[in-house]
């Protein structure tokens, strides 16, 4: 897995969470030379848009995180996977098909619910808001497209709407230039401990400005990841090496400076030929899954347009958006329906097939302006419409060479989501240091879910003759979300800040509308956030501070619960939760060329009731919620220096980092489990290292990703099928990259 170009070892200097990131001041300059030298010894201004306009980091009373998608390719850190630790307060678990689900600051109960974090591209929400239609899988966007990624902390209802009652990620591309030519291409290679043959990349990309109002920034990428899981079931080696490819093209017509235009597309395809999964009573990284039952596939295509105008005191933003997400995936069911299936088809082999898209369109329209220079204001309207076609089955086939000789069942369940939503938001300067800001939004959801069934399981675990059409569930909710954030400035470098905030996650109806025991429908469930934050720089802005204390009321958390006669699963409100916690971030320049960051977090996420009665999965007042790791840490070290003994104007680094992911629980047990356990999730350290040296225009980096080696563990166990697979951090990788810049 490829990066950009240098030389050097790094203890992973990558790009760290924005609580680390900071400004440089904005005050009248210096002399030049005095100048030259606080480059190198100050820290550098973060930009965000966490707030949906352009302002510095340190001045959001936000929680917010920054990583750069440039440190990302030099590092080789280029999925989620790979670069959540750089983040306080984000959980990363892969689902069974290995793609990843997110939490933030705890707010998860685990299974293929809805999303509790919403994920942009541009401010354009990406994915589905249901997940009937696998909107809690996140798609890991490759960074070659990217200029950074923002994670914002807690809930984000008022701004950015449904599905963020846990916190929001926003990847941001890279705008095209008006002023020059310019461009890089790159080439990589890797190497993963117990792997196949080498990795690589190859990258390019160009920004060309057409004439003084039109530029456009073009980028193109291939990589492949090579694999470390053998299958001893089939005799297949290195069966979950992966490949990625995409483009991405963004023009910007800028005529004047009160109007500019914005048109993006980024599209993207992943396909690996199994699922990097470990079965634990084998040998190291090895597993025993039927023939082609882990491939996975996932398209991704995303297009934009936006239009900012100033019409005299007022500015108008308008967001249109489109996308296309289609996903195909074999996962190995033989575990549970094996033994069924040789008695009914005489194979032993039970993989299950799924396979979705999701056509999303959304429009928001913003207008702002101020008032007398002491009340700024927005308004803006929202529209969200998804249509998510799906189907899947489970096959009979001979596993170890995935022949089929018969199927199960074939599902069709075609779903549809729609969302209407209006916002405003004030904040009134009281004085050039006290600022007051409140907003609120208003959102109205309709669902609509059909499913029919056919083939031999129908009769005989729906208790329907089949084919089967489940009458179609049409559901419609509101709901309401509010801010409140008074802001003081404590110096010019310094603010407190406080928070109140909601979020929430849309209702809707159930796969198994009309079956026994369950319900038609389920409701939102909501977040309530109390959160006091400090930021600031001392030291001639060599050292800033972040930090955040928070407390979070979780009320009907949703919970995928068990059919007992179908075993389909389905979705239930379940009882309250909290989460409450800190998060603390620094970053330092303390000495010419030495860049330190680094963060610690405490979180205590856990049902502050017990799970209703009848309900199919345990819970007690008390219980930690899945996932959630009370402590977790990262420190990154980088140190560059003039290697002018070998050649003037060439610079080396090196760096690295360290992790600390703490001990997390699995999903809530199942009543039917004897005896009800819950997985444990064992806590890790990981450590990268990085080194390199720019020479001119050319970047030479070399990096060493988990140098120990370890088997930091993600999920798994009795939250997968099988529940002996386990699914770890990468193991370590060597690799280089080569870059030009032009």
């Known amino acids: 897995m490829p990066k950009r170009v240098t030389i050097a070892l790094t203890l992973l200097a990558v790009a760290c969470p924005a609580s680390f990131e900071a400004y440089a001041a904005e005050t009248a300059a210096p002399a030049s030379q005095e100048a030259a030298a606080d480059s190198t010894s100050q820290l550098q201004q973060v930009v965000v848009t966490a707030e949906k306009k352009t302002e510095n980091l340190m001045d959001v009373p ?32 892969p689902s069974g098909n290995g793609v990843p689900q997110l939490s933030i600051r705890g707010i998860s109960t685990g299974g293929f619910v809805n999303p509790s974090v919403g994920v942009t591209v541009d401010d354009v929400p990406y994915g589905s808001s249901s997940g009937i239609a696998s909107g809690q899988e996140v798609t890991s966007f490759d960074p070659d497209d990217l200029q950074r990624v923002e994670v914002l902390r807690g809930p984000q209802g008022t701004l950015y709407g449904a599905s963020s009652l846990g916190g929001l990620l926003k990847y941001v591309t890279v705008d095209p230039s008006l002023s020059a030519v310019s461009g890089q291409v790159q080439v990589g290679t890797d190497d993963v401990y117990d792997g196949g043959s080498l990795g690589y990349s190859v990258r390019g990309a160009v920004n060309l400005p057409l004439d003084d109002t039109l530029a ?42 009160t109007l500019s235009l914005r048109v993006t597309a980024l599209i993207q395809h992943f396909w690996s030929d199994g699922i990097s999964e470990a079965y634990a009573g084998l040998g190291d990284l090895q597993q025993s899954a039927v023939w082609g039952s882990g491939y996975h596939s996932r398209d991704t295509q995303a297009y934009s347009a936006t239009l900012t105008a100033k019409l005299g005191a007022v500015d108008l933003t308008a967001v249109s958006g489109y996308s296309i997400r289609t996903f195909s995936e074999w996962q190995d069911y033989t575990s549970l329906y094996g033994a069924a299936t040789l008695t009914q088809f005489g194979v032993g082999g039970a993989p299950v097939l799924a396979r979705g898209t999701t056509y999303r369109f959304t429009q928001e329209v913003r207008l702002t302006g101020s008032i007398l220079s002491k009340l700024d204001w927005l308004v803006g309207g929202y529209y969200n419409h998804e249509n998510s076609p799906a189907n899947g089955g489970i096959w009979a086939v001979v596993p170890n060479t995935g022949q089929v000789v018969g199927q199960w069942v074939s599902w069709n369940y075609p779903s549809t989501f729609e969302e ?157 939760a909290k989460s409450q916690g800190v998060e603390l971030s620094a970053q330092a320049k303390p000495l010419t060329g030495l860049s330190i960051t680094a963060w610690v977090a405490w979180n205590d996420a856990r049902l502050t009731e ?133």
């Open 420 to 576: 209407y939503a209006g916002f405003g938001d004030l904040t009134y300067h009281f004085t050039d240091r006290l600022d007051l800001q409140f907003g609120g939004r208003e959102s109205t959801n309709r669902q609509g879910y059909l499913e029919y069934d056919y083939g031999p399981y129908v009769p005989l675990f729906e208790a329907s003759p089949s084919p089967f059409v489940y009458p179609e569930v049409h559901t419609k909710d509101s709901s309401f979300t509010y801010l409140v954030t008074p802001e003081f400035k404590l110096t010019p470098d310094s603010m407190l800040y406080a928070r109140v905030t909601s979020g929430y996650r849309p209702g809707g109806p159930n796969v198994q509308g009309s079956a026994i025991l369950v319900p038609r429908a389920y409701s939102p469930d909501t977040t309530r956030n109390y959160e006091v934050g400090v930021k600031s720089e001392v030291l001639d802005h060599r050292l800033s501070l972040d930090a955040s204390v928070y407390y979070i009321q979780w009320k009907d958390i949703q919970l995928q619960l068990v059919n007992p006669i179908s075993g389909v699963f389905y979705y239930a409100n379940g009882s309250e």
């Open 216 to 257: 456009i920034r073009a980028s193109t990428f291939y990589r492949a990841d090579p694999g470390y899981i053998d299958d001893i079931l089939t005799g297949q080696t290195h069966v979950d090496r992966a490949w990625v490819d995409g483009g991405f093209l963004k023009g910007l017509w800028q005529p004047s400076e």
């Open 610 to 742: 017990d799970m209703p009665p009848g309900s199919s999965v345990i819970g007690e007042s008390g219980d930690r919620l899945p996932y959630s790791e009370p402590f977790s840490g990262n420190l990154s070290v980088e140190q560059t220096f003039p290697l002018t003994a070998l050649m003037h104007g060439m610079t080396g680094f090196v760096g690295g980092a360290l992790s600390y992911v703490g001990n997390r629980l699995g999903q809530f047990p199942s009543v039917y489990l004897v005896p009800p356990e819950r997985q444990d999730l064992p806590a890790y350290t990981k450590i990268d290292l990085r080194a390199g040296a720019d020479v001119g225009t050319w970047r030479y980096n070399f990096y060493i990703n988990n140098v120990a080696d370890k088997r930091g563990v993600l999920d798994g166990g009795l939250d997968l099928i099988p529940t002996n697979a386990f699914i770890y951090i990468q193991p370590r990788t060597i690799g280089m990259t080569v870059a030009k810049t032009f």
């Open 62 to 93: 936000v929680p917010v995180s920054v990583v750069n998608a440039q440190s990302l390719i030099d590092t080789n850190q280029l999925n989620l996977e790979d670069y959540y630790t750089q983040v306080p307060g984000l959980t990363v678990t």
